[in-house]
């Protein structure tokens, strides 16, 4: 069984997949009067076709046992998906080019102040993460139509970094 | 000078001004194989007018000396705004109906796990927080168009519950 490690999440290897959003290396604005900063429009939320809308829901996620057995992909063909922590603790995203294709796998180290906003189609597993109850706003579609489309992969074992 | 103490957050109370986006009370969603639980569609995210989008940024706020002044509102014609506390501590809304009519002010206390939508043209204060470097993630709305306006208020002070 192959087994992936992962790499740290950046802007720049996540790129082909979608969005880091993350204040590092971002100009801030003042605002507020001087009592704030804004870290503005980090991600490209992609979410009105087929009169879909952005649909803004909480998720609480589980650990799941370990080693992880990856045995499906999904992705989304209507919407992006933005995942963003509510704590600060590390997490995981695994995805992927092409399902079938164990090469075109990729796993990132997420830390708590990085989201991710998956761009429509591409491939990805479910929340990763290592803490119980970890929680995560979400900004997706909400609309008509199929927006969920899953396959099964030969299984394979995900080995996170331990600190 | 008039003073105005907080209530609790509460999804009726805000009901008028817009979203309080919390888990409380929400049917959840089980997902991901059994290892997640979602809490869907959350608040009516408001920013197609003249050609909007939706604009995911990360905010970080200061503490405003207390007594808290206020001397300003704002509001958004354009657009709602959401703000998610990303750390689990409290902080404070402030809305009204009128500026200009003190007996039409509102403030709520929400705790580290609520969030809140404004509705377009809402009036509404900047962010009020407690603790230093206080974090948020914020969908509102990109696009052209003038989105902001401010009005000065006659100054009145906010006095915060203390725990």
Not at 50 to 74: C, K, Y
Not at 92 to 121: I, T
Not at 130 to 146: N, Q, T
């Amino acid at each position: 069984m192959t087994l992936l490690r992962p790499q740290p999440l950046t802007k720049e290897a996540f790129a082909p997949f979608g969005d880091v959003i993350e204040s590092v290396d971002v100009a801030a604005l003042n605002i507020n009067q001087g009592f704030a900063e804004r870290f503005n429009n980090l991600a490209s939320v992609d979410v009105t076709a087929e009169d879909g809308s952005t649909n803004v829901s909480l998720f609480t996620a589980q650990p799941r046992p370990q080693p992880i057995v990856i045995d499906l992909m999904e992705r989304h063909p209507l919407g992006s998906q933005l995942f963003y922590p509510l704590q600060d603790e590390p997490w995981m995203v695994l995805v992927c080019r092409d399902p079938q294709d164990s090469e075109s796998y990729s796993a990132f180290m997420a830390h708590g102040r990085q989201g991710v906003n998956y761009k429509r189609n591409v491939w990805h597993f479910p929340l990763l993460v290592f803490g119980a109850d970890s929680r995560f706003l979400v900004v997706d579609r909400i609309g008509p139509g199929k927006n969920l489309v899953e396959v099964a992969v030969s299984p394979f074992s995900l080995q996170p970094q331990t600190a």
